[in-house]
């Protein structure tokens, strides 16, 4: 039996990683842990300034880069495959990690809900990962299978939707998407798997959080009692992306602190 090397099986450094949406919440957790592995990693953001900040504070410990760009239409998704290919001519890993989310009783969920959460959810990754396939391919080739990680959701696997239906079904459909994206591109050395988070604080879960009842209620939903941290999401994904992980394919792996298994 070979030796393992157990010095670099976790390791990511080197890799050259695109994180959308790497401004805030999940994906700054990802791009930070990335850039403080060794990683080279690319950040996508709308706004300009926040953006360049978020760079700047990345740089710090590492290499980061910025690319900005709207995802909810076909032309931002372009400008993000045009912005990184002027700059690099591989990629080891995409992580799909850009939602929206819409929240309104059943009775009034207009119909305006629908588009832009489908878009930025499940057309993006597709669209990204088709326009990135010949530089994913090309990470591939370098020896190591490229990775693809969609951040799905745990709430796409219960009926606990707090009213987002159009959410709870665009990350019921990438989970689909991913398992076939899997089966498809598993010929071109990439990996394709979904990250599914219960709940970790950010900007899309602060108007609960904020709310006493509603972070109990929560809270109360979650055996181990907490919410995820930077480092459990981190740990994850960097499993995923490093040696340790070439196994895995097609997989949607909760990170949830036991909620699916007490639903
Ligand atoms: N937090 C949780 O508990 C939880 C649970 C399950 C799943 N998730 C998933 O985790 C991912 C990250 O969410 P989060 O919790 O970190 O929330 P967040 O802080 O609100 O982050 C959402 C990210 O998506 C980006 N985004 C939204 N609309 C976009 C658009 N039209 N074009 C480009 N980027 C866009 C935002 O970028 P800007 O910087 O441009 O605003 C932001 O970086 C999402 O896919 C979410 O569904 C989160």
Redesign the pocket.
Known sequence: MDMIDFKTLYSVAGKTVLV??????????LSSAFVAAGARVY?????AE??AT?VAELSVTGEAFGIH?????PE?VASVIAGFCERESRLDVLI??????WGAAFADFPAKAWA?VM???VQ?PFALAQGLLPLLAAGAAAGAPSRIIN?????AETTEVMKAYS?TA??AA?HQLTRVMARELASSGILVNA????????????FVLRNDTAREALLDAIPLGR??TPEDIAGLAMFLCSRAGSYITGAIIPI?GGILIAH
């Open positions: 959308t949406g790497g401004v805030g919440g999940i994906g700054r957790m950040i996508t953001g709308r706004k926040a953006l978020a760009a709207d995802l909810a239409a931002g799909n990690n850009a939602g929206q989310t832009p878009n930025v959810n993006a951040i799905g959701s745990v709430y959410y665009s990350k990438i990250i599914a988070p219960g709940l970790f604080p950010s900007k899309m879960t602060e919410a995820g949830d």
